[in-house]
């Protein structure tokens, strides 16, 4: 089956960027490009939520928490999909995952930590 493969997290200050790659392991068409992609963040003692997403033909959406300081994309031929997040807040401090929206159980990655210092 595989699955998705997060990078790009870690440690940055308030106020601070960090872009964030996701790819399948298996990365071909019927993992990726019919799909619509998104980030799901989860923070300690917190359940899992949609971040952000983005469809088949670019189309976006944004949780509140994400608009105007977030920015989905996708680059269908390399099978990849990307969050740039600008004046990180402490709030964001959490493990984020990506997977299609609706989410395939079968897909979880490990997830990439990014931790935000106040």
């Known amino acids: 089956q595989g699955q998705f493969v997060e990078s790009g997290g870690g440690l940055v200050q308030a106020g601070g960027s960090l872009r964030l790659s996701c790819v399948h392991s298996r990365a071909i068409f019927s993992t990726f490009s019919p799909h619509t992609m998104a980030w799901y963040r989860q923070a300690p003692g917190k359940q899992r939520e949609l971040v952000a997403s983005?469809?088949?033909?670019?189309?976006?959406n944004y949780a509140d928490s994400a608009k105007g300081r977030f920015t989905i994309s996708r680059n269908n031929s390399r099978k990849t999909v990307y969050l740039q997040m600008n004046s990180l807040k402490s709030e964001d401090t959490a493990v984020y995952y990506c997977?299609?929206?609706?989410?395939?159980?079968?897909?979880w990655g490990q997830g990439t930590q990014v931790t935000v210092s106040s």
């Open positions: 997977n299609h929206l609706p989410q395939n159980q079968d897909y």
């Open positions: 983005i469809g088949s033909a670019g189309n976006t």
